[in-house]
């Protein structure tokens, strides 16, 4: 598990790499989601995140920095996010571990 104030290091290392700023980072318990960004630049992440492997930590980290500039999924957001994970070798890829934090607990309705 890694520390908070490591964490906070790791997502402060990708925005210099983008080159956004947030202005606020936020680490406490969300049962439904990784992560959110507002409109206003603060992100915050679930300590879930904390448990992830370092790759896993980026795919979400670099997915939320990127709404501080793009704030729809649209295929050019997608393009950016594969390429900036590209870069450090990670492959962006539809994993079990980024579905809801609630379908963790409770199983999907076929």
Not at 35 to 52: D, H, I, P, V
Not at 63 to 79: D, G, Q, T, V, W
Request: with cysteine; charged share 25%.
């Amino acid at each position: 598990m890694i520390t908070i104030a490591d964490f906070k290091k790791e997502v402060l290392d990708w925005a210099e790499e983008i080159g956004v700023y947030p202005k606020e980072i936020h680490v406490r318990k969300m049962s439904r989601k990784w992560a959110s960004c507002s409109s206003k630049g603060r992100l915050t992440f679930s300590y879930e995140l904390l448990t992830r492997p370092k790759e896993e930590r980026a795919i979400v980290i670099v997915h939320e920095l990127l709404h501080l500039k793009y704030p729809s999924h649209n295929k050019f957001f997608n393009a950016l996010l594969s390429a900036y994970l590209a870069k450090k070798g990670i492959a962006k890829t539809k994993q079990p571990f980024m579905v809801p934090l609630v379908s963790m607990i409770v199983p999907l309705k076929s």
